[in-house]
């Protein structure tokens, strides 16, 4: 029963008994309605508070709720505008900058929301629900990041969704190279989720735990320079190269949205001999 209902019902019992009284002892009648005067208006008065904080909270909530749907909505602008401006150095390498080449102010990205996400099983990919506007489009081989680094490579799209391969997958591979020696190798997934192997690198190159590992740039499919991950380890495999571990810069465990490059592989006919790096 609502507190509205609750006072009507109670000030009907308390004219019921006036009424009775009056018939009988007036005098009497008037000391009760005096005596009950007083709580009655203390009552009522606390049910009319109680409704104004209800109302008060209830209009609070709502600007709360508001203010974090637009706060959100900055946040997802803030995250494309810094994907745009890393894209945009990405693209510039060692030989662009010794010959002054000046990189396109922004880079051609597509923001994708991340729907399923797979980076335990023998296959890890992630699903991305396309836009409306690019759903037409084959993005197939096309790269896509997060804010934070090397997401992986479309597989295959096509009704409104794309099928991403992601970087720890086993059957990814990414012309890579350490930052800090510019070194250069190929970044697989292993057989562990979440663990990268950085190969090829001979052991006497110089690479050290703490390391950041970024792409090369070399594999026909990979934009140059994004962060890919962090060496963790490494030990000797055999007697040429480095085992090393790498742990992946993008956090899989929390993806929201990432960003597909419009950015045209190197055609796989042209890649026909090579080791499959990327592909």
Request: aromatic fraction near 6%; glycine fraction near 12%.
């Given at each position: 029963?609502?507190?509205?209902?609750v006072a009507?019902?109670?000030?009907?019992?308390v004219v019921?008994?006036l009424?009775l009284?009056?018939a009988q002892?007036?005098?009497r009648?008037?000391?009760?309605?005096?005596?009950?005067e007083?709580?009655?208006k203390?009552?009522v008065?606390?049910?009319?508070e109680?409704?104004d904080?209800?109302?008060?909270g209830r209009?609070?909530?709502?600007e709360?709720?508001?203010e974090?749907?637009?706060?959100?909505?900055?946040?997802?602008?803030?995250?494309?505008r810094?994907?745009?401006?890393?894209g945009a150095?990405l693209e510039?390498?060692l030989?662009?900058?010794q010959?002054?080449?000046?990189?396109p102010?922004d880079a051609?990205?597509l923001l994708a929301d991340?729907v399923y996400v797979?980076h335990?099983s023998?296959r890890?990919t992630?699903?991305?629900?396309?836009?409306?506007?690019a759903?037409?489009?084959?993005?197939?081989?096309?790269p896509?990041?997060t804010?934070?680094?090397?997401?992986?490579?479309?597989a295959?799209s096509?009704g409104?969704?794309a099928?991403?391969?992601?970087?720890?997958d086993r059957?990814?591979?990414v012309?890579a190279?350490v930052?800090?020696?510019?070194?250069?190798?190929?970044?697989r997934?292993?057989?562990?989720?979440?663990?990268?192997?950085l190969?090829?690198l001979p052991l006497?190159?110089?690479v050290?735990p703490?390391?950041?590992?970024?792409?090369a740039?070399?594999?026909?499919?990979f934009?140059?320079?994004?962060?890919?991950?962090?060496?963790?380890?490494?030990e000797?495999?055999?007697?040429?190269?480095?085992?090393i571990g790498?742990v992946?810069?993008v956090?899989?465990?929390?993806l929201?949205?990432?960003y597909?490059?419009?950015?045209?592989?190197v055609p796989?006919?042209?890649?026909?001999?090579g080791d499959?790096?990327?592909?």
């Amino acid at each position: 029963m609502s507190e509205r209902r609750v006072a009507i019902l109670f000030g009907g019992v308390v004219v019921f008994l006036l009424a009775l009284l009056t018939a009988q002892e007036p005098q009497r009648a008037g000391d009760l309605a005096l005596w009950i005067e007083g709580p009655v208006k203390q009552f009522v008065g606390g049910v009319a508070e109680n409704v104004d904080r209800v109302r008060q909270g209830r209009a609070a909530r709502a600007e709360i709720e508001r203010e974090n749907v637009e706060l959100r909505e900055r946040v997802r602008e803030l995250e494309a505008r810094y994907a745009a401006g890393v894209g945009a150095r990405l693209e510039s390498d060692l030989v662009s900058k010794q010959l002054r080449y000046e990189p396109p102010p922004d880079a051609d990205l597509l923001l994708a929301d991340v729907v399923y996400v797979d980076h335990h099983s023998f296959r890890r990919t992630a699903i991305l629900r396309l836009p409306p506007g690019a759903r037409r489009e084959d993005w197939s081989r096309k790269p896509v990041t997060t804010a934070e680094g090397l997401l992986g490579r479309v597989a295959s799209s096509g009704g409104g969704y794309a099928r991403v391969l992601l970087v720890t997958d086993r059957d990814s591979s990414v012309g890579a190279m350490v930052e800090r020696t510019r070194r250069q190798g190929i970044i697989r997934g292993t057989s562990e989720p979440g663990v990268l192997s950085l190969m090829f690198l001979p052991l006497q190159v110089d690479v050290q735990p703490g390391d950041r590992v970024i792409s090369a740039g070399i594999d026909g499919l990979f934009p140059r320079d994004i962060p890919i991950g962090t060496v963790t380890s490494v030990e000797s495999d055999g007697d040429l190269f480095h085992a090393i571990g790498v742990v992946p810069s993008v956090d899989l465990g929390s993806l929201t949205h990432a960003y597909i490059w419009r950015r045209d592989p190197v055609p796989e006919g042209y890649m026909d001999g090579g080791d499959g790096v990327g592909r």
